[in-house]
């Protein structure tokens, strides 16, 4: 059992002792094994970048998935292990167990409930195991500045003794290598954003590996997991859940960039996978570590430039970073986006960071079964559209630069709840739009001159590829609307057009 | 279809652009300028649509690791 105090000041040395302490191995053992791992690492950058001050240490605590894995495998054992694991609260503030204890007891001798709210950082459970210790981790992301995003995160809640706490982020948790490898975390942690956004049952570790074994029964045993799950698996775990997989080639720059984009900014996190390669010894060929599956949670707007596909600019071509729980080094770790791979906070064989390099290979996204209309169905249509605009642009010079698109799906209600705030638009028009019945999914193509909006296509995610999916656009440019109306539905004009997708968008101008 | 567009009255700059705009595009050289444009555009589809493709031998390789 932790004999740790309540309360202690966060150092990076006091969290390495308190991990080793709580994870219920002899204390030189468990020094060593946590040195090794990438987390400890990892933690250290994180939570001084969480400016974290103080560590609250709630022991006996029930973690609801572990305690699945542990009725389902741990608990016959000859060993024995604990089913009680301990769960680590973060605070960027300080204070000592004597004001934490006044604020228990409700004195004003104590911190503020409310400051405490505001300086939580969030919690990480310790599971009592040798090894594989870091549990369910819930903190604070990264700060959103212009260019980070993390849209996948939801609020979870931590009752603290008593204090209801808040932190805004995605569930992650190491493999235990029992009852999850990678592909099993990965999913987890998907799901743990799905759930929310779909409302499904969220399985636990050992749920989903059980489960997608049912599809493909593995050579070898599925528990201990150390065979790790295919594609094919993961996908039919997905379907378990009442969701749907998309499969994703993320071997193209753009399209990867595209996509990951189109769909995160949503909220719904993704699943990638691919090969780890060291490159430690630059003389050799590299050395294939395996197949890894993260859970891609954020991304980086930092590229300074657009890249066009084909003259074709996208906003999501920006991407020069993306955040994935990784469950061999930690929450939101940074991948960085180079040629034809991704960087990575994995060791190489002469113990050094950065010189193993991750190969994406899947993308796996699981939907909510009325999201039909893919992805790149509406890529193709703006494409065709966007050629027939920038040739009139380009000739008759209306906007200064060619327009860039931002694609990506929403839901009425974010819509509605945006086109409330525009500062683009007026009320008459406003209302008009916000009292327009629309379906739940869309997807929105924002067409932007600079900063400013000149242009929203809503297409119906719900519909079919061969049905009139355009269901409004909204037009913030005077010019450009005129344009499209007068112009392209011209009969003398839109007859010389073949009938391609982006006919879907002329039509809605010709019969607005 | 409710028409939802308010009526804003056209500027003399945006009915140059759109009557310009007409004229070119009741060109024979104009309408091939916009199909060349277009016929770029499919191209650029089917070679990212190509490229979505997944190798089916991945589907069955375990991720362990």
């Known amino acids: ?512 | 279809m409710v028409a939802l567009t308010p009526k804003r009255k056209m500027s003399e700059r945006t009915k140059k652009v759109v009557n310009d705009a007409l004229d070119f595009l009741r060109t024979d050289d104009g309408r091939q300028q916009i199909n060349s444009a277009m016929h770029q555009a499919n191209e650029a589809s089917a070679k990212l649509r190509k490229a979505s493709n997944i190798d089916p031998t991945l589907l069955h390789q375990p991720f362990t690791i």
């Not at chain 1, 993961?234 to 998309?246: C, G, H, N, T």
Request: proline share 5%; aromatic share 12%.
């Open chain 1, 1 to 512: 059992m932790c004999q740790l105090p309540l309360v202690v000041p966060y150092s990076y040395q006091k969290l390495l002792e308190i991990l080793a302490e709580c994870s219920g191995t002899p204390a030189q053992i468990a020094n060593q094994t946590i040195l090794r791992k990438l987390h400890g690492i990892y933690f250290k950058e994180y939570f001084e970048h969480l400016e974290a001050r103080t560590i609250v240490v709630e022991r006996e605590y029930i973690d609801r998935d572990f305690l699945e894995d542990y009725a389902a495998y741990y608990v016959r054992c000859f060993a024995h292990y604990g089913k009680r694991c301990t769960r680590l609260h973060f605070f960027a503030r300080d204070f000592a167990e004597s004001e934490f204890n006044a604020t228990l007891a409700g004195s004003d001798l104590g911190v503020p409930i409310e400051e405490m709210r505001k300086d939580y950082l969030g919690f990480v459970v310790v599971k009592p195991l040798p090894q594989t210790i870091i549990g369910r981790t819930c903190l604070r992301t990264y700060k959103e500045e212009s260019r980070r995003c993390f849209p996948a995160t939801r609020e979870y809640t931590a009752n603290l003794y008593g204090l209801e706490l808040s932190v805004c982020t995605l569930a992650f948790q190491e493999q235990d290598t029992v009852a999850a490898a990678c592909a099993t975390s990965a999913l987890w942690s998907v799901f743990q954003g799905t759930g929310k956004l779909f409302q499904h049952h969220i399985p636990s570790p050992i749920e989903i590996t059980k489960t997608a074994a049912e599809h493909w029964m593995s050579r070898t045993r599925i528990l201990p997991n150390t065979g790790g799950l295919t594609a094919e698996q993961m996908a039919y775990a997905i379907r378990k859940v009442d969701l749907e997989p998309l499969l994703i080639n993320p071997t193209n720059e753009f399209l990867f960039q595209s996509t990951l984009y189109a769909y995160l900014k949503c909220g719904i996190p993704l699943l990638l996978g691919g090969s780890l390669k060291d490159f430690t010894d630059l003389n050799a060929p590299p050395l294939l570590l395996g197949k890894h599956a993260v859970a891609l949670t954020g991304y980086s707007l930092g590229r300074p430039q657009l890249t066009p596909e084909a003259g074709f600019l996208l906003n999501a071509s920006r991407i020069d970073k993306i955040y994935v729980h990784d469950d061999q080094v930690g929450p939101f770790a940074r991948m960085k986006m180079e040629a034809g791979y991704l960087s990575t906070s994995w060791r190489g064989k002469d113990g050094n960071l950065g010189k193993v390099r991750f190969f994406p290979e899947i993308m796996l996204l699981p939907l909510y079964h009325k999201i039909r209309i893919p992805f790149q169905s509406v890529l193709n249509t703006i494409m065709r559209f966007d050629a027939i605009v920038e040739k009139l642009r380009a000739k008759f010079n209306f906007f200064e630069s060619r327009i860039v698109w931002d694609i990506s799906l929403t839901t009425v209600n974010k819509f509605k709840t945006n086109i409330c705030q525009s500062k683009y638009i007026d009320d008459k028009y406003r209302i008009n739009i916000l009292k327009s019945p629309l379906p739940r999914y869309l997807w929105q193509a924002t067409a932007w001159d600079g900063a400013t909006p000149v242009l929203d296509l809503l297409l119906d995610a719900t519909d079919i590829e061969q049905g009139d999916c355009l269901c409004l656009a909204v037009k913030y440019d005077n010019m450009l609307s005129e344009l499209l109306r007068i112009v392209l539905c011209n009969d003398d004009v839109i007859s010389a057009f073949t009938e391609g997708p982006e006919w879907r968008i002329i039509h809605w101008f010709r019969d607005e």
